[in-house]
């Protein structure tokens, strides 16, 4: 008798499971249409996601979806993203627009956020000036988790022994209320905690001491998948807490050639590890509609290898959205072809290097979101880079028409060559 009820059991769920998937295969997929809100024009290749299902539109901005979830997520590059709830899905007229948008970012550091003059100090310019998104650290740059992270390996590395953003939810509805662009900083393969906490995937010298950089700190091991998915981890937490953007830095190799690694130290390994980790992270984000973006070095502009450290142009540009290259002046110590004192020529340095980048890579300049320097010299003459010089990047990346740009100070400390601009067009960010 229990075996019957068994196969009457067994042949019901059977029976269920085809009804479920035979009306899912009557079910109409989702059609619709994507265009610019100011120009009425269709954005072509505008992403529309609905689960882990993900398309792109067409010349003519139209899609076609069918997949599992709730709403639409929608974004193209320039524009800001959107999340259509289902419920509202008209399918007899479903016209979608996205309103142009260019981020130009100031920078909070770890620190920088909790402190509520620093803080503060951005937010009056963004109210006065041009600027109009925060890029905010969200793991800083000694491996610090500045939020209260519910990831168990964050706790037990000490990662979260200091929170400097006591509610991520409500700054982020904070922020958003002010017309802010969000941007969560994750610093990745530069990680004390992780690799002091957790030795076995420590960076190790030949001698097999834990290797240690410049400033003293460890690094974990770039192929390890464990070390991939805690950061992959952390920034699925910010893109649940509405972040418009995640943004890794240190995604790459240290630049020394004293760590031993577990497979050759070959361009080839260092390039499948860096991309690998930005592609596993892109499948991850997919459910999110959330942008993603890269910090990579100045010369990756100009070097056709990955320059040492797992980065290069052309893999990259195929797992990023934007890729942030960081075209201070001062990190260009070799200067470029015509300019071997980069700090006395900061226009120059910021627009022949995109102008590279974008020949080399075959990308829209909409691709590229550079970040600028705003802090004193440190590699050649020690120089304060005040208004002349920043306007003069700013100016250059605008010239090019990069999707808009970011400046940097490890102080936070902005103002000079910012201008007092109203928001119009594609300065507006309305979340």
Not at 4 to 18: D, E, G, K
Not at 65 to 86: F, K, M, N, S, T
Not at 93 to 101: A, H
């Amino acid at each position: 008798m229990k075996s019957l009820n068994r196969r009457v059991s067994l042949l019901f769920l059977l029976l269920l499971w085809s009804i479920s998937n035979s009306v899912s295969a009557l079910t109409p997929p989702y059609v619709g249409t994507v265009l610019d809100a100011e120009t009425r024009k269709p954005i072509e290749n505008a992403f529309v996601t609905l689960g882990a299902t993900v398309v792109r539109t067409d010349p003519n901005g139209r899609f076609t979806i069918d997949g599992r979830g709730e709403q639409l997520g929608i974004r193209a590059y320039g524009h800001v993203r959107r999340e259509i709830p289902l419920v509202n899905f008209n399918r007899d007229r479903s016209v979608f627009t996205l309103s142009p948008f260019i981020p130009k970012a100031l920078y909070l550091s770890f620190y920088g956020v909790g402190d509520k003059r620093l803080r503060q100090s951005a937010l009056g310019l963004i109210q006065h000036t041009q600027v109009n998104a925060l890029v905010i650290d969200l793991k800083g740059d000694r491996g610090d988790v500045s939020f209260k992270s519910v990831i168990p390996l964050a706790t037990q590395i000490g990662a979260r022994k200091i929170t400097t953003i006591k509610d991520i939810d409500a700054l982020v509805n904070e922020l958003h209320a002010r017309g802010i662009y969000l941007i969560g900083r994750i610093v990745v393969f530069k990680d004390d905690p992780l690799a002091k906490a957790r030795p076995d995937l420590a960076l190790r010298t030949a001698e097999g001491a834990i290797w240690k950089d410049r400033e003293g700190l460890s690094w974990p091991d770039p192929f390890n998948k464990t070390v991939w998915n805690y950061n992959i981890d952390l920034a699925e937490e910010a893109a649940r807490a509405g972040f418009d953007e995640i943004q890794f830095d240190y995604v790459r190799f240290p630049d020394s050639m004293e760590p031993v690694y577990p497979v050759p130290n070959t361009e080839e390994n260092r390039v499948e590890a860096i991309t690998g980790f930005l592609a596993s992270a892109r499948k991850r984000l997919v459910p999110y509609n959330v942008f993603l973006a890269a910090d990579i070095f100045g010369y990756v502009a100009w070097n056709t290898d990955d320059t040492h450290i797992g980065q290069k142009l052309q893999n990259l540009a195929e797992v990023l959205d934007y890729l942030s290259l960081m075209l201070y002046p001062s990190g260009f110590k070799f200067g470029i072809p015509g300019y071997l004192d980069p700090v006395q020529h900061p226009r120059e340095i910021v627009l022949l290097s995109l102008e590279r980048a974008q020949q080399r890579s075959g990308l829209p300049a909409l691709r590229f979101r550079p970040w600028l320097q705003a802090f004193r010299d440190y590699a050649f003459d020690r120089r304060w880079f005040r208004t002349p010089q920043i306007r003069a990047q700013i100016e250059a990346a605008e010239h090019f028409g990069s999707d808009g740009w970011m400046l940097w100070n490890p102080h936070n400390l902005y103002g000079d060559g910012l201008q007092d601009q109203p928001n119009s067009g594609r300065n507006v960010f309305t979340p």
